[in-house]
């Protein structure tokens, strides 16, 4: 397909060699403009309220984000792909990516019942506010749901030969059965958290994060490009690495995160009693007292008004995780699991630029402040 200009914001001309990170959101930004564009339009037709339905959809998903999984996507791509390939035919299934995280985040939030995403009104929130919680947690379901039709439909929409996108579905799909695997263990854990462990909690990490966010996404763009099972390999053991400091990070940023960066309430993970690798870990480590404290529940637990000074219940948990050494531990676990992620991919028969694209990746998705 010849290089031309595209609409929205996608690149004005899609070159042949790899792209700059912000050209690259640039242009999953406009492919999902265009084709939301025209989904609210059909959706507009049958009732004007279903076209704000899809609005509010629409607005969700174009909310600001890092993007990560259709930037991990491009660079598995771009690791086999000749230097003559384009990026645009592959924008519909990278931009299709988005779209199932957002279904993802949505329902997440409904389940941990958070008020806020990337500094806004989750989408049950936003709802409620029309017409009370149980409609504005009905609506947000639907919300989800979707777009998990939409991403379909994007992805059906990717030029690629029949037998090539058939790969890439086939892996798109584990991806989403190991996520809602993943997103079924963690809502099982908040039940009984005494009876989880480490390890229970890194498996939940493996398939909720890892796998969805850097393993099958890099599997996903590698599809595209036709496959390669040396390269298979590397993206695997990189993907598994970097996708469990991801999460180990987004553990510490649950607890310790600054909510004007992380656009998230804090200590969300604390309230809930969900029981992440680093509260694990922290009951492993501690003494028996401070086990004993550690146990007490802290459901309905609120943060104080600012400059009240007051040290509450969630802030106390806090700091006692951090008195067990768990957090300086998980530090190590991420930074392990950065250098295994780097060294699966020294001898990959990959792309140089992808490969450095991917070792600069592998730090700045760990090393994140939201």
Known sequence: MANHTLEGNRLEAIPRQAVSHHALINAVEGTLADFLTCQIAALDAVDPALGGFARTTRDLVMAGGKRIRPTFAYWGWRGAAGPAEQLEPVLPALGALELMHTFALVHDDLMDESDTRRGRPT???????????????????????????????????????????????????????????????????????????????????????????????????????????????????????????????DDLLGVYGDPAVTGKPAADDLRTGKPTTLLMLAHQLATPEQRAELTTDLAGAVIPAEGSGELTALARRARLIAETGAPARIEEMIRARVAEGVAALADAPIRPDARAALIELATTATQRPA
Not at 190 to 215: C, F, I, M, N
Request: some cysteine.
């Open 123 to 249: 989408a049950h929130r936003l709802f409620a506010a029309q017409h009370g919680a149980k409609f504005g947690g009905s609506a947000a379901i639907l919300v989800g749901d979707l777009c998990l039709v939409w991403a379909d439909q994007l992805l059906a929409r990717t030029p690629l030969p029949a037998a090539t996108l058939l790969e890439v579905r086939n892996r798109y799909d584990r991806m989403r059965v190991e996520a809602i695997a993943g997103q079924y263990l963690d809502v099982l854990g908040e039940t009984d958290p005494g009876s989880w462990s480490v390890e229970r909690a890194l498996v939940v990490a493996r398939h909720k994060t890892a796998s969805y966010t850097v393993q099958w996404p890099l599997s996903f763009g590698l599809a595209m490009a036709g496959g390669d099972a040396r390269i298979e390999e590397a993206y695997r053991r990189y993907g598994l690495a970097v996708g469990e400091a991801f999460q180990l990070r």
